[in-house]
T-cell receptor, first 111, second 108 residues
Framework: DSGVTQTPKHLITATGQRVTLRCSPRSGDLSVYWYQQSLDQGLQFLIQYYNGEERAKGNILERFSAQQFPDLHSELNLSSLELGDSALYFC??????????FGEGSWLTVV | GQNIDQPTEMTATEGAIVQINCTYQTSGFNGLFWYQQHAGEAPTFLSYNVLDGLEEKGRFSSFLSRSKGYSYLLLKELQMKDSASYLCAVIGPEKLTFGTGTRLTIIP
């Protein structure tokens, strides 16, 4: 158990819908990262937050947004969902950048 | 930007040694990670190198040469459970970027 908690673990939704994925980082970790992993693909960096502020942005679509709240949990919002958005979405947290811990991921299936 | 290259697939024999290479180009370097990932599971941390040289941790070792933009992960005494994808990742000034991973298959 890495200490990073993601919910929901599995989600099936229809095209055009909107979903929210939630992440609770390890206690005390200020950095939160979001990654997308499609079937048999590598981890694609989406976005990073540090102590509530956006720190870095990767290949995140405009239909996607994220935020980190004062209690340090983070949410990834995915809207106008398309079939191609089906993927495993990972959240990771880090205390200082030299070790990054991943949650178990949220499986999103868009039908 | 950052670019990371590693072989797509490798096969090795149980009990043997395998070396997985990773080359990278980055505009800023703050460290290199190796992660293991079984299909459908979260990546798990194996090693972190920020200085040149070899870091040994049990059956796994990781080497870094910053001047060459090169790292390798060495796995010894291979076990069937080592069949997984191995991800090289570089942390730059602002973000952690992963390579596409090397899928390692261990055969008896």
């Amino acid at each position: 158990d890495s200490g990073v908690t993601q919910t929901p673990k599995h989600l099936i939704t229809a095209t055009g819908q909107r979903v929210t994925l939630r992440c609770s980082p390890r206690s005390g970790d200020l950095s939160v990262y979001w990654y997308q992993q499609s079937l048999d693909q590598g981890l694609q960096f989406l976005i990073q937050y540090y102590n509530g502020e956006e720190r870095a942005k990767g290949n995140i679509l405009e239909r996607f947004s994220a935020q980190q709240f004062p209690d340090l949990h983070s949410e990834l919002n995915l809207s106008s969902l398309e079939l191609g958005d089906s993927a495993l979405y990972f959240c990771a947290s880090s205390p200082a950048g030299n070790t990054i811990y991943f949650g178990e991921g949220s499986w999103l299936t868009v039908v | 930007g950052q670019n990371i290259d590693q072989p797509t697939e490798m096969t090795a024999t149980e009990g043997a040694i395998v070396q997985i290479n990773c080359t990278y180009q980055t505009s800023g370097f703050n460290g290199l990670f190796w992660y293991q990932q079984h299909a459908g599971e979260a990546p798990t941390f194996l090693s972190y190198n920020v200085l040149d040289g070899l870091e040994e941790k049990g059956r796994f070792s990781s080497f870094l040469s910053r001047s060459k933009g090169y790292s390798y992960l060495l796995l010894k005494e291979l076990q069937m459970k080592d069949s997984a994808s191995y991800l090289c990742a570089v942390i730059g000034p602002e973000k952690l970027t992963f390579g596409t991973g090397t899928r390692l298959t261990i055969i008896p």
